[in-house]
Every structure is written in C-alpha cells, then in structure tokens.
C-alpha cells in the first residue's frame, strides 16, 4: 500500500535517472512494467487527513509533508514502512511503525 503521490515520485526517479544518462529509456519501460504488474494498493490521502495529521506529523519529525504521508499510511494501516531515509525511518521509529527491510522476505 502505498499514498497516492507514490506513482509520481516513482515516475520522476526513473525520468530523473534517464535524463542523467543512469538508465536507459528501454529500463525506465521495463521498471514501468514490472511496477504496473504489481499488486500496489493506493491510498488516496483525503484533504483533511494531509491538512492535520500528515502537518502535524511532518511538523513534529522534521519530514517532508510527502514523507509524513508514508508515515501517516503506515500509522493508519498499522503497516510496516519501507526507507532508506534516515530522517523517515528515525520517525517511523519513534511512532512505533516496524521497517521493512528486503532481508526480511523469504
């Protein structure tokens, strides 16, 4: 599960990476694929909810508002969060939220 502006970030780092000569156009379609053939929930954050409680959440860590939206998912849904920030993963820490690592797969 993921919040509704996942795709977006995900659309630029693979358009971000392209342009800079990291990947080519053929991976970005590849990468595109394979994420559209995943079974990927998206949770439209409603207005109220990224007004008040992803504010005071990303208030309250330091966080991005994009950022406290991972937070916020993962706090609702009683989720897991998967970061490799350290500024997200410090504060899904604090509010009790476990993090997913790759190892843990099997």
Known sequence: MVPHLWGLEVA??????ERRGRI???DVNR???NLLSLPIA???VARD???TTVLRLARLHGLTSYDAAYLELAL???LSIATLDAALAVAAESE???RWRPEEVG
């Open 31 to 33: 990468a595109c694929t």
């Open 12 to 17: 630029n780092v693979l358009l971000v990476a």
């Open 76 to 78: 609702r849904h009683d």
């Open 96 to 98: 009790g939220v476990e």
């Open 49 to 51: 909810r990224a007004l």
């Open 42 to 44: 998206v949770d439209p």
């Open 24 to 26: 080519s156009t053929e």
